[in-house]
């Protein structure tokens, strides 16, 4: 089974809408992160969680918001999503430890917004 | 503030040819910088890792980068490359936020690797 998982793979949705993607992970690991990919442009940090009650805006949090569960689960919601939200989005994880530590990605969800 | 540059947001290379990724960095201090590599429709995984110490960094399959603080550069490479190789590769370097403890991944804009048979 995979270590980092996200629900749901894939989403269609409408400007408008409010839409939770879901991130799980079983490496018992403190700290989650989750990214945005657009192409060309690299990941960009939306927001992150060093614990269950830390959690911080990163790059570009506007339009977004998180929830931290569990230690093991950390969800994004789009509020009223929009056109320019159509992206992948990843989740990640680190242990609390160095800045050398590394980050371990889920697989992404491919959100369109029309 | 530290950032990345990818030189080259594609690259196209022979099979047995030479991969080399180019990656400069900025920052304002010594710095911790990764590669992450993508496959398609796949998340990313760490290739590998400078933190300190041995400037020349093994990774997995084969890959290799050069930490040179002079050139600010930490360039990817692998003698030969393979149709397998074929993905995406993303340089990134640690950004330190006020805070102890408070690392974040910058990453660079991505190079897209095509390997031709």
């Known amino acids: 089974d995979a270590d980092v998982t996200q629900t749901p793979r894939n989403r269609i949705t409408k400007t408008g809408k409010r839409i939770m993607l879901e991130c799980s992970q079983t490496?018992?690991?403190?700290?989650m992160y989750w990214y945005r990919q657009d192409p060309g442009l690299g990941l960009q940090l939306i927001y992150y969680s060093f614990d269950v009650k830390d959690i911080n805006k990163g790059e570009i949090s506007d339009g977004y918001s998180v929830s931290r569960q569990a230690q093991a689960k950390f969800s994004l919601s789009l509020e009223s999503a929009i056109p320019n939200q159509t992206a992948l989005y990843f989740c990640?994880?680190?242990?609390?430890?160095?800045?050398?530590?590394?980050?371990?990605f889920g697989p992404g969800t491919r959100l369109t917004v029309l | 503030a530290q950032s990345v540059t990818q030189l080259g947001s594609h690259v196209s290379v022979s099979e047995g040819a030479l991969v080399l990724l180019r990656c400069n960095y900025s920052s304002s201090v010594p710095p911790y910088l990764f590669w992450y590599v993508q496959y398609p429709n796949q998340g990313l995984q760490l290739l590998l890792k400078?933190?300190?110490?041995?400037?020349l960094v093994k990774g997995i399959n084969g890959f290799e980068a050069e930490f040179k603080k002079s050139e600010t550069s930490f360039h990817l490479t692998k003698p030969s490359a393979h149709m397998s190789d074929a993905a995406e590769y993303f340089c990134?370097?640690?950004?330190?936020?006020?805070?102890?403890?408070?690392?974040?991944?910058?990453f660079g804009k991505g190079t897209k690797l095509s390997v031709i048979p």
């Open positions: 400078y933190t300190t110490g041995a400037t």
């Open positions: 990640a994880t680190s242990e609390r430890t160095s800045g050398s530590a590394e980050q371990f």
């Open positions: 490496k018992g690991h403190d700290r």
């Open positions: 990134a370097v640690i950004r330190v936020y006020s805070g102890a403890g408070s690392y974040q991944l910058t």
